[in-house]
């Protein structure tokens, strides 16, 4: 079992564990739809997800380590308002 699962399961009923790649729309509405359906609608969201590329001159970075860091930096933040808000 993972530790995040082996975690919520220790927890007790308050807890849940739920898999969600931030940088999808369709990941973050389903976390947030688990969420609504276990305890109803949240009442504080913490977008704390966050990644960058390894430490390097900014010529040497790849397009895709960019992207993948808008993705989670910002445009995941737009995603969880978008679930949370309504």
Partial sequence: MPKHRKLAA???SQARSERCDVAKSADVF???????DA???PDIVVN????????????????SDLRQSVAVN???I????RAVVP
């Fill in 10 to 12: 220790e927890l007790g």
């Fill in 30 to 36: 389903a976390a947030v739809k688990a969420c609504v």
């Fill in 39 to 41: 305890f109803g609608p």
């Fill in 48 to 63: 704390n997800a966050g990644t960058t590329h390894r430490n390097q001159p900014m010529l040497d970075v790849d397009r």
């Fill in 74 to 76: 910002v445009k995941s």
């Fill in 78 to 81: 737009f995603h969880m308002a």
